[in-house]
């Protein structure tokens, strides 16, 4: 079933890291960086890619419980504090916006459809990687994993959109990478396509019953393009 009927879409929300950008290597650095400066044993690429999306203080969290068991509230507070510093000097090194999405983002600004990007990453990281990789200027609202009380998969950050934008949730559409996507999507009630190249915490997506997986945003504007001349 084909999901995205951009013609009635007035408001798009955007999961960033797997979604928008791949930017599990940085995450991966500045992690053994903070390991390594806290004395603490190091993690390898793959688990990061496995554990990322859920914000940096689930990252941290993980990481931790991964390393010692669990994860003591000093520790946990150290590593965040350390590892949201450290990540904030080079947030762009190696990250990378994956091929279609700045296709499909310009093919949306064209089609005058608002767009935000929603993401527990903190608000002032994401910012900053929308700016280095010259995506800011397509976002109408960046909302954080600190910017409101309640963080994906709660529907806050979703409905806070919504509301802001004067955007109905049949006019609304998310696009993300994982379950918190999903389930934020279906507790807002409104559409969700989902990635099939992103992170999903190291788990299938297919196992979360998405409403459609795509390989590429750029199959939404042949899609579209489609059903514009039918």
């Known amino acids: 079933m084909l999901i995205a009927q951009l013609e009635r879409r007035s408001l798009i929300l955007f999961d960033l890291d797997g979604t928008l950008v791949d930017s599990a290597a940085d995450l991966y650095r500045a992690m053994n960086l903070s390991l ?51 990540y904030a000097q080079e947030l762009c090194v190696d990250t990378k916006v994956y091929a279609g999405v700045l296709e499909f983002l310009q093919y949306c600004q064209t089609h005058q459809i608002t767009m935000a990007c929603v993401t527990n990453k903190p608000e002032h990281l994401a910012r900053g990687i929308l700016d280095v ?4 200027a397509h976002f109408k609202m960046v909302i954080g994993g600190d910017s409101l009380a309640e963080r994906k998969p709660h529907p806050l950050p979703l409905l806070h959109c919504m509301q802001q934008q004067n955007a109905l949730a049949s006019e609304t559409l998310m696009i993300g990478d994982s379950s918190n996507d999903v389930e934020a999507a279906r507790r807002a009630g409104i559409d969700c396509i989902v990635v099939s190249y992103g992170y999903n915490h190291g788990e299938s997506i297919y196992d979360c019953q998405p409403q459609q997986v795509i390989d590429s945003l750029a199959e939404l504007v042949d899609e579209d393009q489609v059903r514009r001349r039918a």
Do not use: Y
């Not at 941290?60 to 590892?83: I, K, R, S, Y």
């Not at 990789?133 to 800011?136: A, N």
């Open 36 to 86: 390594e400066k806290l004395g603490f044993p190091l993690v390898t690429e793959a688990q990061i890619r496995a554990w990322v999306g859920k914000g940096a203080a689930k990252l941290c969290e993980t990481v931790l419980d991964h390393l010692f068991g669990d994860a003591n509230p000093e520790q946990l507070n150290h590593l965040l504090d350390t590892f949201v510093e450290i």
């Open 133 to 136: 990789l010259g995506l800011s």
